[in-house]
């Protein structure tokens, strides 16, 4: 199982919703790490503005950059699940978020 994360908005005076961006999925092994990291899990992420989003990915890559010996006791012991994942996959949410800050965060 794994999370997948992308961004939407509605179209003005349509009904549809388009998608923004890539679509980025990653393990449920790293649940543990991203409520160490970031505060919540991808699935919590789900409804969100991709703006209020932002100050806690960018909290979360600064512990996995500074401090990612503390999070190695998150990684799984099937290998499917690293601090350099978690970290990997935080920053291209994080880019993405920054590219379209108005957007909706989805997960699924």
Partial sequence: MS?????????????KFVQLGQNYGITYNLSEMFRATVGSTPSEWNGILASDLLPKLTDGINKLIFHPD???????????????????????????????????????
């Fill in 3 to 15: 999370y997948n994360i992308w961004l939407e908005a509605k179209l003005l005076k349509a009904d």
């Fill in 70 to 108: 503390d999070y190695r006791k998150y990684e799984s012991d099937n290998g499917w699940g690293t601090v350099s994942g978690c970290r990997d996959f935080l920053i291209k949410v994080q880019a993405l978020c920054k590219e379209y800050p108005y957007a909706t965060v989805r997960e699924d």
